[in-house]
């Protein structure tokens, strides 16, 4: 290679080396895109699609000449324990080069990330426009103090600049899926279709549910794609990859209802036959009428995912998640009448509650999956999540949180047991899982 190119790494997100239920990486297309965009030559590896082993990361790269600086994107577990690992072998090879590390972990665990020898800067938030100013910043040997959105190391300093502001999505470059082997991510998906690709059309949520790392991540801003770049971007992955599937991994795509309609409406005006799938919470649903609801479902929506959270109203008035029970029948009635399938989900063990809410919780569960064979419902016991407001809740009922960068890579979300559980319900859960959730939501 001879130009210096940027690399930009996408850990393995599971400890199963055999997972293959992974999508694309927007974290790292994304930027991958702006920076292409803006001039720069960028390579994007994502180790959950090759799956090299960490003695190979210097196979890896040995292509490279003196890059720049080499990006690592994390999200709380596995993937910090494989990100460090790779930033060990990039120190060793390239010691001058800059290792910067971005996403829902080092944002919210940013000082824990800087203090770490394998980390020099720290991009925190929303990293697109961040990440250009820093490559042109570094290009040209520049300081990095009037750049927002990081915390970096200068000299013996650690250096926190101003908050960067949460952009619209529609200023940034369309995704480059070129950049990736996209054909290689096409999934059969058995509530969606036979050829599925993901896509991320918008990024936070307006609402404040207590556990969802949404809230710090994005301080209950959304910020979306206008219907237009969503076809535009949606179209590739029709016409050029073939898919006949989409599932949008948008934390809560049915915010706001002209653009959800737009998009409903423009995929049918286009004649594409295609199905797709997206995460909505239950008051945003109950907004659409019977109408804009079958027209949703006319444009190939076969598929909402919904947070339900909680089978007791006492436990979803302390999570902030603004809806009842009730609400929540409401929209499972709603959608087995237009015959839309629905993949709800359920959270037990909130601290400050007794476990005979447990049973509660799991009961209403059983109910909304009785209401038809259309809807799966798939439980989770709680885990607390940094920044959160039930994160400070739980530490106050016990909870000793990890403290340092190799024990929040062992924290596993499956298996992570708080003090005022009595039970191990591991297997409670799983079992559960097996009868009301036969499928990965």
């Not at 750049?147 to 926190?160: A, D, P, V």
């Not at 909304?368 to 407001?389: C, D, L, N």
């Amino acid at each position: 290679m001879a130009k210096k190119e940027i690399l930009l790494f996408h850990p393995r997100t599971f400890h199963e080396k055999n997972y293959r239920n992974f999508w694309i990486p927007y974290s790292i297309l994304s930027l991958g895109s702006e920076l292409q965009k803006r001039g720069f030559d960028v390579v994007l590896f994502d180790n959950n699609l090759e799956s090299i082993e960490t003695n190979q990361f210097s196979i890896l790269l040995s292509k490279f000449k003196n890059p720049p600086f080499v990006g690592v994107s994390s999200m709380i577990g596995r993937q910090i324990q494989e990100g460090l690992l790779f930033a060990e072998v990039v120190k060793d090879i390239f010691p001058k080069t800059k290792i910067v590390w971005g996403g829902a972990a080092p944002t919210m665990l940013g000082h824990d990330f800087i203090n770490s020898p394998l980390v020099d800067i720290v991009i925190r938030g929303q990293g697109e426009k961040t990440i250009v100013e820093l490559a042109k910043a570094l290009e040209n040997k520049k300081a990095l103090n009037g750049i927002r959105g990081l915390l970096y190391k200068n000299r013996k300093k650690i250096i926190k600049s101003s908050e960067r502001e949460i952009l619209s999505r529609d200023i940034f470059a369309l995704y480059n899926y070129s950049l990736i082997p996209t054909e290689r991510y096409l999934r059969k998906d058995e509530h969606i279709n036979s050829r599925v690709l993901n896509h991320v059309s918008s990024q936070g949520c307006p609402f404040g549910c207590g556990f969802c790392s949404e809230v710090p991540l994005y301080h209950r801003h959304w910020v979306a794609e206008s219907t237009e770049k969503i076809i535009q971007e949606v179209s590739v992955l029709i016409e050029t990859y073939n898919a006949n599937g989409i599932k949008f991994y948008d934390a809560n795509f049915f915010v706001n209802k002209p653009r959800v309609l737009s998009f409903a409406q423009k995929v049918l005006d286009k004649g594409w036959k295609i199905r797709w799938a997206a995460s909505a919470h239950p008051k945003n649903l109950l907004s659409y009428n019977k109408k804009e609801l079958n027209i949703i479902k006319e444009s190939g929506c076969s598929r909402i995912l919904i947070g339900a959270e909680s089978g007791n109203d006492e436990e979803l008035k302390y999570i902030k998640k603004d809806i009842t029970t009730d609400d929540v029948i409401r929209v499972a009635k709603m959608l087995k009448q237009i015959e839309i399938h629905g993949s709800f989900t359920i959270i037990v063990g909130y601290p400050g509650f007794p476990e005979d809410n447990i049973k509660k919780t799991l009961d209403f569960g059983e109910k909304i999956a009785r209401i038809g064979s259309i809807h799966e419902v798939k439980a989770h016991v709680f885990t607390p999540y940094p920044g959160t407001p039930l994160y400070k809740q739980a530490i106050q009922y016990g909870f000793v949180p990890p403290k340092t960068l190799d024990e929040w890579s062992n924290y596993d979300y499956y298996k992570v047991q708080t003090p005022w559980l009595k039970n191990d319900l591991n297997d409670i859960i799983n079992q559960y899982n097996k009868e009301y959730c036969p499928y990965v939501l």
